[in-house]
């Protein structure tokens, strides 16, 4: 396979020597000319470039500050006082990731229709409804006076930025983004959707079912089985985008595992992690380094919120995945009180188009959520939600103090009013000791046993009675077997209702198989864990499909080949092709009858592990036969086109603007074939496929630290740290990312000097 025909170098249309492309080349780039399409074709900007237009003078500062820049323009910041290592964190943001900053802002107001015209008119009728900023007042009459104090001098940096700058990003003219002063308020927002429950996903899906005659088994199997947002065969195209959006902006996935330093061929505890979210550039996350009184860390920041999401102080590393808590309900609220709902009317604006009225409607069990247009109606009832996250909590006071925690206990302790997303997290101490808690916020409910997705308001037992939080919760400490891992699995069993839909075990069995099969691991080891692409549960159903074909009497060569497969989904796998290519075919055939289709949730990984091969098995054996032989001969043909996993499964580099109809293409930086599938270690999910696709969830961020040297702390993105359309360091980190190399992010004053070594000096005002 030529890695040419994968690949883009750049976002420049590509001539064939055609009369007609040539022309459409040279007119795309005449209107690269005019205003506002600059940022189709911007030209390459050097990191010195970029570097010039920080602002070094007469800044609201209480001393200098030092920030020194690495090579892919990660900063270093070294401040005398957290009042100004806050308010350079507001311009080292704004500076890196202006675009981006806007467009968070924009969706978490509900506001997307104003960058992307009427399509995104019921995008933002939902945002609204679902009413990100509901508890920000209550968040900020509770929160700490020098918490409150950090975020004011956060988003005085970033109006600082925006104020002195000079002209924002090319994409701005492009999308009709105007510069906005930013609030406290903001930010909050920002993290409340950052703070999306993913088990809305599992409900949006679960809502078109609801209707169904078959609906009681669809609700029992989704239990048994658990429901992962991944997309399935028949996914409409409203599905695809809350998908995209939830996925891509809220912290949904992850592996995290942390290891005793008996365990470590150093001697320190080592940990490693590596966030899974939606796959886009610029990254969800930026790296960097700060310094000042209160804070000496490195590590992993959400681009708009000034914490520390995952990363390593002196004293601790700490990394985690989503826990998926059951931090919201769903009420069929069609028969309460009218005189209990009370009406809101809003107004959409939008590009290129009138503004839309909208009407949002609460209730005393949260927003009725089904008035937005965009959700499935199911059986037509009206629906409420009630979150956890319409609740104040304080995650920005929590993160913070982990990040000054100097030991475990201390970690956990930072915890205690933590709330969305629930997060389980993962430490490791310099005394040598490693932690799992469980950091979120969950009602505490009496009934339990959740008969049905729709919880009846007229029953007192479903009504919450309190909020259960981290000090109540089981955690872990100093396992015997030397290790603590976490993929979003049921983290442990508990009286406490903690979740629902938890993912299918399958990264988990990998993660625990290769760290209980191995009495040490180095750094190198832990590189390896993290680019793994095998799936034990392809590989046990693999083998039972073959089973069946060889009993049916059926095409021996893709039997064997499922057979002798390892369920690694290297990209030069032929198994782990023919394997989904049978998959695409075999579930809609197994699951239609003809005259309704299938549940969309029969082609969820966890109902295919549970379910596939049970229900093959209960066909009588001559209809069994008789669908395997449809499917295999379709199977056949399509997997002599794609003969390798890579020829499918593929990674696609590009700016958010690649959404866009028509000139999304010109913001591609590359595309190239890709390992991993829906729940390998390296994750890069997918729905049922038998042609060209991409991955577009998934790992793309890594963190790993050594707690035996300061130094040794390891990072990446998938991307690069600037977000500035033709910069040199906007997706420098790819190479990297694709080679399994990382950024030393040491904390040793004579290494940061070396390894950062251009130094620029910020003035205060006189």
Known sequence: MNTKDHEMADSRPRQDGSGTRSRASLLLRIIGQLPGFA????PPVSLETRLATFPRKGLPCEAPVRIR????????????????????LGLVHAHLREGQLALLKHAALGRLAEIFGPPATGIDELLRILDFGRAVDGIMEQMPADTHAWLGAFVAGLNHYQEKAGPPPPEFALSGLRREPWTVADVLTISRLMGTDVNWLVYFALLREEGRP???????????????????????????????????????GSNSVVLSPWKSTSGGALIASDPHLGVSLPNAWLLLGAQSPSYHVVGLMPVGVPVFALGRNPFIAWGGTNLRALA??????????????????FLIRRRFCFPARRVRRYTP????????????????????????????????????????????????????EFGVPGQNLLCADSRGNILQILATAIPAREETS???????????????????????????????????????NRPVESDILIGLFFTDSDRITRLRNILSGQEKFSRQDLTRLQTDTRSPAAQ????????????????????????????????????????????????????????????????????LTKYLIPDLEALPPTRRARLLRHVLRKTARRAGRYAVWGDMHRLDAAHWLGRLPVLGK?????????????????????????APHDAVYGSQARHISDLSDLDENYFVLFGGQDGWLGSANFADQIGLWRQGSYIRMPLRAESIAAEFPLSMDLEPAP
């Open 540 to 607: 046990r159903l693999a083998r039972e499909l073959a089973r069946l074909i060889r009993k049916a009497g059926q095409t021996e060569w893709i039997a064997g080949r499922l057979d002798t497969w390892d369920g690694d989904y290297r990209p030069d796998s032929t198994a782990a092709a023919t394997f989904e290519i049978l998959l695409y075919y075999l579930v809609p055939a197994l699951y239609t009858d003809g005259r309704r289709q299938a549940s969309a949730l029969l082609g969820q990984w966890g109902f």
């Open 365 to 416: 069990f949260g927003p009725i959520l089904s008035d937005a247009r965009l959700l499935p109606r199911g059986s037509g009832k009206d629906l409420a939600l009630s979150w956890v996250g319409h609740h104040p909590s304080d995650e920005v006071t929590a993160l913070l103090a982990a990040a000054r925690a100097r030991h475990c206990g201390e970690f956990r302790a930072s915890f205690t």
């Open 450 to 488: 959740y008969p049905d997705l729709l919880r009846d308001p007229a029953d007192p037992r479903t009504h919450w009675t309190g909020i259960i939080r981290t000090p109540q919760l089981p955690y872990a400490l100093n396992p015997s077997e030397g290790y603590l891992a976490s993929a979003n």
């Open 214 to 252: 078959d609906w009681p088994r669809i609700w029992a199997r989704a239990r048994e089985a658990g429901v992962d947002s991944a997309t399935s065969f028949r996914a409409s195209d409203d599905e695809r985008v809350l998908s995209s959006l939830f996925s891509g902006l809220g912290r949904s």
């Open 328 to 345: 919201s309900d769903l009420f069929g609220v069609g028969g309460i009180d009218p005189a209990s709902i009370r009406s809101e009317p």
């Open 666 to 690: 010109a913001f591609r930086v590359a595309r190239f074939p890709v390992g991993g599938s829906r729940e390998t270690p390296m994750k890069t999910a997918h729905g049922l496929v038998a």
């Open 39 to 42: 940022a189709l074709f911007p």
């Open 69 to 88: 820049w690495n090579p892919y323009q990660v900063p270093y910041i070294q401040a005398r006082s957290d009042h100004d290592l806050a308010f350079v």
